[in-house]
């Protein structure tokens, strides 16, 4: 298993490599001082300017600041947002959560609803349920996150009134206890919604072509021939069989889940991520903006490595081959 | 089978046959099958019936295509109103002067719509042209060359595949400014790795094919194996990767102009959308249309791309 | 006595709207104990015909008429419930073995335990795992090893025999091995053919064979059936058809398998393909690729033939060449 691992390690540890050096360069390479960036696009004081200079070695040649950038890394040290002085790795910690509160739960939802979906359908090829589901996932496959966002507040938000705009909770009235646990829930709806409806096409394909793929293999006529009843075969082995690569495809999905949830969290203005990059691009606050992208970029490489693990584990015949 | 076709030419002269009168080839069809011969005039049309019927994705979105390439070139003639044009007649709904409303600062939606297919097609079309020239190089390369170059260049596509990419797109829009030629570059040069991986596979592949190790044999030079063989006869499910890629540029496109980083002078339908924001609860028309307009355009590419490889693949009639 | 009887035989596949004639008009039968072998080349029908004897066929796609019968019974009479009582208990087959005959992600041995379980519920679980063990010893495996491991881990030939002691579970009246041996190497074939005639003898099973391999025919088939197109071409003893084949296509299918003594001599293939199986054509169904073939063979369809001592063959010109 140790061989199996080390390919796709070295992979995501190259791209972590690819995202350092292109967020090294892409600062020194763009238009205006790096130090000014660094700082902000405001007027910065000579003092900050003189502090950020020294902090990367900005006056220093290319090989050594690149040395003080991994060395601040290393020790955590992501930047300070220049807006509020904070560091960076706090204040992403703290919009995290949030983020992960609606990414989770949609894409519960959406892994659910979209592999019971494919399965069905698998099981009734070019019937009517099938095209039905396949029409519309394509259909959802084209609608824009943020305007699908847009479309259900519209509709639920505005037209029907029964749900909230924005935010996370009604700041009004300050709730407290299980009635806040409720107007969160209830705030969270449309995104969540919004972002299940986004990921079911994704999660109903997966499932759907490992159960037909699964369906099509020769030990289910065998067992069919031999007189199992079709309700077990399909409970005991399709099941198990075609359920692989769905768990491969949600582990690879919650690599990028933040990446997607951005642009629905802006609509709703939900205090999360999104939001944060938001705020951070109109600001210009280029710290911020980077680190983030950073600690995306190590998730995906860390939830590669976890994926590989899972698959090794669940797959007899990839833990085997890589025994021998 | 000369066998038989001098076989069936010979009883052809034989006049015991009652088919005196018929054409050869009919003749002959009747010989080998014993049935009377099919409509040849009608033929044709049959068959082109035939193929878009099977192929009813591929049909549907080249017609959506010729739709839009249709509004592209004529938007100038057809919109009531220059798009950029503002008005007093703000947040107007749909009616008599704007058959789909105004925008926050009276600027006629139809109009907006209309010319911002041209943008959405540039973008659309040139984002997905540069990953696909960049992805088919890397690709090419990586796959042929095999070894050590492909040890390399092929780490470096699946690191970079690995990469967030939209957050790059982000920073750099951010850093280096948001003309509508840089997006274009930007996108097309962050999702090449699709086409990356699709032409290196294809590259693997052809390079044990007969015709290329002919090739090596008479002496050409890797570079124009590359470009005159591999390329060439490889390049079908790069297409439809790129006809996919057209979608997730105008998507991305759209993207960032929602999150204003897109060119404020350029007319599109994320600008529309990001404009419309504000007006969702008194404006709906705003978003809602400019929203469709992307639906329908990303649908477009999609039922191409999506053709093409059913095209390729006859395997894939079942897969949604 | 014949212990299957196919009478005029016709499966027609519809897709798309058009109609495929996969088998025409077959009539066979299969008298106990004496083995039989049905050749053909790849998309004769062969196979077809075994599905449609073992009524796997898809309801929706095949429209199967004719009739089949099994040990008295008329199959195409039965329903469902009865068809699964008979499968596997008097009527049993063995598929080509590919990687996955069985589920990859269950053990051999729970694999098959669960099919003994289908037609022997009430057995314990014990019972099941010696009866297991026991089908396992008989195809000379070794039996306690093999029971846990995965399919993956299996050997082509070991999965053969898994699939053969599969089959032989409950001692099947009729035995069909549908191309069981064509994935595997010469050497492993001529072993698993000695040891299933030896199994035969010992179990009173009858055994039909498909292929498309002669070879496998001459040395282990009693009696041999050639299919051409879906049709019924030539039927009898192996001895007699391969001393003294009736049709040409038989003919050409022996001469097609080089000989020692045709050393420098070229490959006598049979030029042509098959025909479109979407026409019935009126003539004889092997006329366009026939050596021999003259007008009438196109233009009339040759009528099955009796030559005596169980021999037939479906040929205007056919003649047994009288013995001097």
Redesign the interface.
């Known amino acids: 298993m140790r061989r199996y691992l080390g390919k796709r390690t070295?992979?995501?540890i190259?791209?972590v490599?690819?995202?350092l050096v292109?967020n090294f360069t892409?600062?020194r390479l763009?238009?205006g001082d790096p130090a000014r960036?660094l700082v902000g696009t405001e007027a910065p004081s000579a003092e900050q300017v003189e502090l950020i200079t020294k902090k990367y070695g900005l006056d220093k040649p290319v090989y050594v600041q690149f040395l003080k950038y991994l060395g601040n890394l290393v020790r955590g040290d992501l930047g300070s947002s220049y807006y509020t002085n904070e560091p960076v790795a706090k204040l992403i910690g703290e919009k995290l959560g949030y983020t992960a509160l609606l990414t989770l739960t949609a894409l519960l939802i959406a892994v659910l609803l979209g592999t019971w979906a494919g399965i069905s359908c698998a099981r009734h090829?070019?019937g009517g349920l099938?095209n039905f589901v396949?029409s519309i996932?394509?259909?959802i496959?084209?609608?824009?996150?943020?305007?699908l966002g847009?479309?259900l507040?519209?509709v639920f938000a505005?037209v029907l009134g029964i749900l909230p705009y924005s935010g996370i909770m009604n700041i009004r009235e300050n709730y407290t206890g299980f009635r806040r646990v409720l107007d969160i829930a209830e705030h969270m709806v449309l995104p969540v919604a919004t972002l299940a409806i986004l990921h079911f096409p994704y999660y109903?394909?997966i499932s759907?072509?490992a159960m037909?793929q699964t369906l099509g293999?020769?030990?289910m006529?065998?067992?069919?021939?031999?007189?199992?009843?079709k309700r077990r075969i399909f409970r005991?082995?399709a099941f198990?069989?075609a359920i692989?690569p769905t768990v491969t495809a949600v582990s690879i999905h919650m690599a990028?889940i933040?990446?997607g949830s951005?642009?629905v969290e802006?609509?709703f203005g939900w205090p999360g991520m999104g939001s944060y990059?938001?705020q951070s691009?109109?600001r210009?606050d280029?710290p911020v903006?980077?680190g983030?992208?950073l600690m995306?970029?190590v998730s995906?490489?860390v939830m590669?490595i976890v994926i590989d693990v899972l698959y090794a584990v669940?797959?007899?015949?990839i833990s085997?081959a890589t025994r021998n | 089978m000369t066998r038989s076709n001098d076989k069936i030419a010979k009883l052809n002269e034989n006049r015991h046959l009652k088919l005196s009168g018929k054409s050869p080839e009919k003749r002959e069809r009747f010989l080998r099958h014993g049935r009377p011969h099919a409509h040849a005039h009608g033929a044709r049309r049959k068959a082109v019936k035939l193929f878009i019927r099977r192929n009813s994705r591929l049909c549907t979105g080249l017609g959506m295509l010729m739709v839009l390439l249709f509004i592209a070139a004529t938007a100038g003639v057809f919109s009531p109103y220059d798009p950029q044009a503002l008005s007093h007649d703000m947040v107007a709904p749909p009616g008599a002067a704007h058959p789909l409303g105004t925008d926050g600062l009276g600027r006629d939606v139809l109009s907006i719509i209309l010319h911002g297919s041209r943008i959405s097609l540039l973008v659309g079309f040139t984002a997905a042209v540069i990953s696909a020239i960049v992805g088919t190089l890397l690709g090419v390369t990586a796959g042929y060359w095999g070894g050590r170059v492909d040890a390399l260049v092929g780490e470096f596509i699946n690191a970079f595949m690995m990469m967030p990419t939209f957050f790059l797109i982000l920073i750099v829009i951010a850093l280096f400014g948001s003309g509508i030629g840089k997006v274009m570059i930007v996108i097309g040069l962050t999702g090449w790795t699709g086409n990356a991986k699709v032409m290196r596979a294809q590259a693997m592949s052809l390079r044990n094919r007969t015709f290329v190790k002919a090739a090596q044999a008479i002496g050409e030079s890797r570079g124009r194996i590359m470009f005159a063989h591999i390329i060439p006869n490889g390049i079908m499910p790069v297409i439809a990767n790129t006809a996919m890629g057209v979608c997730t540029a105008i998507m991305t496109e759209s993207s960032l102009s929602f999150l204003g980083l897109g060119d404020p002078n350029v007319v599109s339908w994320g600008q529309l959308i990001y404009n419309g924001k504000a007006y969702i609860t008194n404006g709906w028309w705003i978003c809602v249309y400019g929203g469709l307009a992307i639906v329908f355009t990303v649908i477009t590419f999609y039922l191409i791309g999506d053709g093409i490889n059913i095209l390729l693949n006859p395997k894939l009639r079942n897969v949604m | 006595m014949a212990l299957l009887s196919i009478e005029n035989l016709n499966v027609t596949y519809t897709t798309n709207g058009e109609r495929v004639y996969a088998v025409d008009g077959v009539s066979l039968d299969v008298l106990q104990g004496r083995s039989l072998g049905i050749v053909g080349e790849s998309g004769s029908g062969k196979s077809t015909l075994m599905h449609a004897v073992l009524r796997i066929l898809h309801e929706k796609i095949a429209k199967v008429e004719g009739k089949i019968v099994f040990d008295g019974r008329d199959l195409l009479a039965l329903d469902d419930r009865e068809m699964m009582k008979l499968r596997w208990t008097e009527l049993a087959v063995v598929f080509q073995k590919s990687m996955n005959a069985l589920s990859p992600v269950h053990r051999v041995g729970s694999f098959m335990r669960d099919v003994y379980h289908v037609h022997r519920p009430e057995a314990s679980r014990e019972e099941g795992r010696a009866r297991v063990l026991a089908l396992l010893e008989m195809v000379n495996l070794p039996a306690k090893r093999v029971y846990r491991l995965y399919p993956h881990e299996l050997s082509g030939g070991m999965m053969q025999r898994v699939g053969i002691a599969m089959s032989l579970m409950f001692n099947p009246k009729l035995l069909i091995m549908d191309e069981a041996t064509t994935a595997l190497d010469v050497v492993t074939q001529t072993q698993i053919i000695q040891e299933i005639q030896a199994l035969e003898k010992q179990l009173n099973v009858t055994r039909i064979m498909v292929t498309h391999d002669m070879s496998v025919v001459a040395t282990a088939c009693d009696e041999v059936a050639v299919i051409y197109a879906g049709r019924l071409v030539e039927m009898g003893s192996t001895l007699d058809t391969l001393v003294d084949p009736l049709h040409p296509y038989t003919r050409c299918l022996i001469q097609s398998y080089p000989n020692f003594s045709d050393e420098g001599d070229a490959c006598r293939s049979i030029p042509g393909t098959l025909p479109d199986m979407r026409e019935r054509p009126e003539g004889c169904i092997f006329a366009a690729r026939c050596p021999e073939a003259k007008e009438i063979c196109l233009l009339q369809k040759p009528l099955m033939r009796d030559y005596g001592a169980r021999r037939r063959a479906a040929c205007h010109f056919a003649e047994v060449k009288s013995h001097d």
């Open positions: 070295i992979t995501a190259i791209s490599l690819l995202v292109i892409i600062i763009a238009p960036l090829i070019g099938d396949g996932t394509y259909v496959d084209g609608f824009p996150s943020f305007w847009l479309m507040m519209l505005s109903f394909r759907r072509a037909i293999e020769e030990y006529t065998t067992l069919w021939v031999a007189g199992m009843p005991k082995y198990r069989n692989l990028y933040v990446t951005a642009l802006i609509v990059v938001m691009i109109s210009r280029y903006l980077m983030i992208y995306l970029s995906v490489a590669m669940l797959d007899p015949r085997h």
